[in-house]
């Protein structure tokens, strides 16, 4: 039975959220073929530790490859043990997490095995011969659904499209030495650097904040800040008008040409609400806006609106969230 | 130092699309169209970076009908050299056809740098650089949102969550740009005036082989309609209950 190979993401001897994802994905594929899932687990000595957490959703082999050098993403090397992999064996479908690794890794390893890919697919099913996905395009304002001709074929998921689901795999443990020398690489990262890593990214948090030009300065995204904080598992988003006017990062930015999400909930604060912003974070389950302008658009895609003064609201609201934190319901 | 940028037309984004009656495509009828978002950025940087340099010039390529021609005169009305069209009918969904054409075109161009936008806007698969990369047996790196280049090598940053990789390599090599690098110039009277003198080559575009077929394109279901339930801090109480009782997120 051909089997399912899933590239794990790990970062600082860490695996990611996104990498149970993946196996969840690889683990649903499997069932459908009748074949293995083998997970691929790359990264400095010490990371063939983490083998057994992805056995737990669903890994039947764990194929751990341990090298200095990869510390850091070396995405040359990378590709080149994946790409190894898959020619060595019996695979009809290779995942990757459509994280800002797997969006390089993913193409990377298909151009190297001349494979067909689908990048950041929000569904995917094998019926038969067939490897149908759904793939979002023109800001998610068009789904595409795609056929990926040929094995093996390979696809990235984008984060949070799966829910984790724990299954017991075999979870072998292979060792897996490098095939390409990743010190000898023609592309090499030199460091990586975090921000501060307490804060929730954007990709994983279940509640995003996001402040727009409403705020009227740098300084007053402590208010979102701090509503941020009353949730505790809520991170820090902006507008492109914001991060145009270095208010924020780029990195914060959510929208069209940032980072497309979709929590759980979603507050969009001093947003209008335009075309640009609303393909980042169109799918999110909960929208609530806030915003002085009732006829602003982002009052046309929130479940709840609140029309006022984003200095009053957004107080009130942190208040009321700490509350109701303190005196469960 | 000599760049190519590979560009795509694209429609704007600011609409409600349609499908087509095939079912398969988006109906162009009434679409306006420009340079992809982050091609322009591409365009922009390539253009900086020759000028900073004090030498150099930069070439776009596209691929696609007659009407590219008018994305890569917008290309050449800011201050490109040359533009080169690969014609076909339609431009394929597989990444890797693309590719296969660009290749074809750039392998003897002596390109230091040939460039891209990470993905286009509406196909949004990023996947084209990767494959002229592999064809071309040329570095590639995805997605910088800073990009200086030093003699024979080069280094970037590229985003990612919660941070960024700073990347160095070598030349010549492939990469592809993020929001955040360059904002592209406005074509000058003078560059729009220029650009219609400036060469366009056409040439039949070499598509490589399709691997990924698009059986569909629909809509997405829209959002239920959502309500205003109050105005001022009045309205925290009853937004806290919702949250808590029917979103279940608090």
Redesign the interface.
């Known amino acids: 039975m051909p089997n399912v190979l899933v590239f794990a993401e790990a970062r600082g001897g860490e695996l990611r959220k996104v990498a149970f994802e993946a196996v969840t994905a690889a683990r649903q594929l499997a069932d459908q073929s009748g074949g293995e899932v083998h997970a691929m687990l790359v990264g400095p000595s010490g990371i063939g530790a983490k083998a057994s957490q992805l056995a737990e959703f669903g890994a039947d082999v764990v194929a751990v490859s341990e090298h200095a050098a990869f510390a850091d993403y070396a995405p040359e090397s990378t590709a080149a043990l994946v790409a190894d992999r898959v020619k060595g064996g019996d695979y009809r479908v290779v995942i990757f997490s459509a994280s800002a690794q797997g969006k390089d890794l993913a193409p990377r390893t298909a151009a190297k095995l001349h494979s067909a890919i689908a990048t950041d697919v929000t569904s995917f099913a094998l019926t038969g011969d067939a490897l149908v996905v759904t793939h979002p395009g023109y800001t998610g304002k068009v789904l595409h659904t795609l056929t990926l001709v040929g094995s093996p074929a390979l696809f990235s998921v984008r984060p949070g499209a799966v829910a984790t689901k724990r299954t017991m795999g075999a979870g072998r443990v292979e060792s897996v030495a490098p095939s390409l020398d990743p010190s000898s690489a023609r592309v090499r990262t030199t460091a990586t650097i975090l921000g501060d890593t307490r804060k929730l990214d954007l990709g994983e948090a279940p509640i995003i904040i996001s402040g727009g030009r409403g705020l009227k300065a740098a300084e007053n995204f402590a208010l979102v800040e701090a509503l941020a904080a009353a949730f505790g598992n809520a991170a820090v988003g902006a507008t492109r008008a914001v991060t145009d006017e270095g208010w924020r990062p780029h990195s914060d930015q959510i929208g069209q040409t940032g980072r497309l999400v979709s929590p759980d909930l979603y507050i969009a604060v001093g947003i209008s609400g335009a075309i640009q912003h609303l393909a980042g974070m169109r799918t999110s389950k909960c929208i609530v806006a806030i915003n002085k302008d009732k006829e602003a658009p982002i009052f046309k895609v929130a479940d709840y609106g609140i029309v006022g003064d984003v200095f009053d609201v957004v107080p009130a609201l942190t208040a009321a969230v700490k509350q109701a934190k303190q005196s469960p319901h | 130092m000599k760049i190519a940028v590979c560009i795509k037309r694209v ?1 704007e ?2 609409v ?2 349609k ?1 087509s009656p095939s079912g398969t495509t ?1 109906d162009e009828t009434g679409l306006r169209w420009d340079m992809s ?2 091609d322009g950025y591409a365009v922009e940087a390539a253009l900086q970076l020759t000028e900073k340099a004090g030498a150099g010039e930069v070439h776009v390529i596209s691929l696609g009908p007659d009407v590219v021609q008018e994305t890569l005169r917008k290309a050449l009305s800011m201050g490109v050299a040359r533009a080169v069209h690969l014609k076909c009918d339609r431009v394929p ?4 056809a693309i ?1 296969a054409a660009l290749a074809a075109e750039l392998k003897d161009g002596g390109y230091d740098l040939i460039m891209f936008g990470k993905m286009s ?7 084209v ?3 002229v ?2 064809l071309l047996g040329m ?5 910088c ?1 800073k990009l200086e280049i030093t003699g024979g090598t080069g ?1 970037a940053r ?13 030349l010549p ?1 492939i990469v592809s740009i993020d ?2 690098i360059a904002r592209p110039r406005y074509p000058s009277l003078k560059g729009i005036m220029s650009a219609k003198k400036k060469p366009l080559d056409i040439k039949p575009a070499q598509l490589g082989a ?11 279901p829209p ?2 309609a ?8 009045a ?3 009853e ?2 209950q ?4 029917v ?1 279940k ?2």
Request: net charge negative; hydrophobic share 50%.
């Open positions: 429609p984004m600011d409600n699309f499908i988006v978002d982050f969904f597989d990444g890797f590719a806007i509406d196909g949004a698969s990023g996947v650089q990767f494959g990369a592999e570095p590639v790196v995805h997605a949102s280094s590229r985003e990612i969550e919660g941070g960024g990789e700073l990347v160095s390599f070598s090599a929001e955040g399709v691997r990924l077929t698009v059986d569909k394109v629909e809509l997405p959002r239920a959502g309500r205003i339930i109050g105005e001022g801090a309205a925290v109480p937004l806290v919702l949250l808590q009782n979103a997120v608090l």
